[in-house]
């Protein structure tokens, strides 16, 4: 695969960033592609090793090893070494419905767990995914494929983020008539709404719906199932109902001063600020704008970066990003081997801008949130104090405070972001499903215990990635189908 020792004789080049100060001006996307040859290069740099684990979507130590789609990988970095770009995105559309997502916001457990990066820097994995694909729509050879033959049965898909609209679109494939129910008043889910538009650019989002439409699955939004229509009525209408509603339940921060104006969950606040770009309205409301404020973003994971983007865009005086676990190493420990995905530390599209701007880094390790304050205005400040991880007799680590390690930080606005603990309950109760012990909804090969309702994505396994959601859906699909054929 690839170009015989192409590994020793190129080096690993990712297309530059967009300026960081100049892309803080605007909405746009931040990344861009290499020129065609170049990626062909980079291509070339697959080793062709004989047991690959870029495709392996192996779960170790907690987080995927290799791809959890398992992207044939070797095989669409030959192809693309070759010039072959029609045969590279056919192969690559085989395991992944969406690689313009993937490679766009995908983490690239992939790149974690390839051979190369035992003892050089790893393929570009994700950027030759994002080229394939985005060259396959550019060509024209992304054309609307809809089944020559319907099966007469009919599945709603409940919830449009990735989990649902890739089961929508193997359901698609498989001949069923599949409605897709939305709440929102767009498409898309997390995509649309929770990831900010300068890392996916919601017309990439529209550009699959589109296809998608024009491939028979139809879209309902505004339709918050359970609440404006009957849950019961879903099962009398569609012979299945596959809920992929994800993780929507937000982690609270149990702090005084927390309730009241001047606090708000992170995904709240991208999702205002999402909408107002995509409205082309600056009219947001001042509990959710960051302009000429100072700003505490609570949680280091990558929805609290994507606050950070989101407030330096919108002017914010300051910002300052909370977290409680340690600084991450520079590279692997002992701890963390290949191919594992690696724990090391990385200055994300954010932290970069926030450096250009600010000129430092806005993230503050092993910092605990103690109390925020208040005043006649509402929030003007946090009160933090270092932590150190101690492990128990029960062999657990705890956080335990510093004695004379806190500090006060001006703040106007403070953002939650400190992950999810299981989907909301609404569609759970009036269906009557099992969770377990982290609230995620049980069912066995993605039956629940409701005959004919399957659930997929965050709602079953956890807050987690977009290609895992992906990889859930695409299996819901096949469980369902199953199913439906059985009737």
Request: with cysteine; glycine share 10%; aromatic share 6%.
């Amino acid at each position: 695969m690839g170009k015989l020792f192409g590994f020793l004789e190129y080096g690993r080049e990712l297309p530059p960033d967009r300026d960081p100060l100049e892309r803080l001006n605007d909405w746009n996307e931040i990344h861009g592609l290499l020129p065609e040859e170049e990626e062909r290069r980079q291509a070339a740099r697959c080793m062709g090793c004989a047991v690959p684990f870029c495709h392996s979507g192996l779960m170790m130590g907690g987080l995927p090893s290799g791809c959890p789609l398992g992207n044939l990988i070797p095989e669409w970095n030959d192809l693309l070494y070759r010039g072959e770009w029609e045969a590279a995105a056919q192969r690559l559309l085989l395991t992944n419905s969406f690689p313009e997502f993937t490679g766009r916001v995908c983490p690239a457990p992939c790149e974690g767990a390839c051979t190369c990066g035992i003892h050089q820097p790893q393929i570009t994995i994700r950027q030759n995914e994002l080229s394939i694909i985005e060259n396959a729509f550019a060509i024209g050879a992304m054309q609307p494929h809809p089944p020559t033959l319907r099966t007469g049965r009919r599945v709603a898909v409940v919830g449009s983020g990735p989990a649902g609209l890739a089961c929508a679109d193997r359901l698609n494939r498989c001949g069923h008539s599949v409605t897709v129910l939305e709440r929102s008043d767009r498409v898309g889910g997390l995509l649309t709404y929770g990831i900010p538009n300068m890392k996916l650019d919601k017309r990439v989002v529209m550009r699959r719906v589109e296809l998608m439409r024009t491939e028979g699955i139809a879209f309902r939004t505004g339709c918050h199932v359970g609440v404006d229509m009957p849950a019961e009525a879903l099962l009398d209408e569609f012979d299945a109902v596959v809920l992929c509603l994800g993780s929507g339940r937000p982690r609270d921060l149990n702090v005084p001063g927390r309730k009241g104006p001047g606090v708000a969950f992170a995904l709240e606040y991208l999702t205002a600020a999402t909408r107002a770009v995509l409205d082309g309205s600056d009219g947001l409301p001042d509990e959710l704008d960051a302009r000429g404020k100072h700003v505490i973003v609570i949680g280091g994971g990558d929805t609290g970066t994507d606050c950070v983007g989101t407030a330096l865009r919108q002017g914010c005086r300051s910002v300052h990003q909370l977290e409680i676990m340690p600084r991450p190493p520079l590279a692997r420990l002992p701890q963390n081997p290949w191919p594992e995905y690696p724990r090391v530390l990385k200055v994300d599209y954010a932290q970069q801008e926030a450096i250009a701007r600010f000129g430092s880094d806005p993230r503050q390790y092993l910092t605990q949130t103690r109390e925020i304050l208040r005043d006649e205005r509402g929030v003007c400040a946090v009160c933090t104090e270092e932590v150190r991880w101690v492990k128990g007799a029960d062999g657990r680590m705890t956080a335990q405070a510093q004695a004379g390690a806190s500090k006060r930080w001006p703040a106007d606005l403070v953002l939650i972001a400190m992950g999810f603990t299981g989907p909301e309950d609404t569609l759970l109760q009036a269906y009557g499903l099992t969770q377990d012990a982290r609230g995620n909804v049980l069912a066995d090969n993605f039956m629940t215990v409701r005959r004919g309702v399957f659930a997929a994505g965050d709602m079953h396994i956890g807050q987690s990635l977009v290609v895992r959601a992906i990889d859930e859906g695409q299996r819901a699909a096949r469980a369902c189908h199953a199913y439906l054929m059985a009737l």
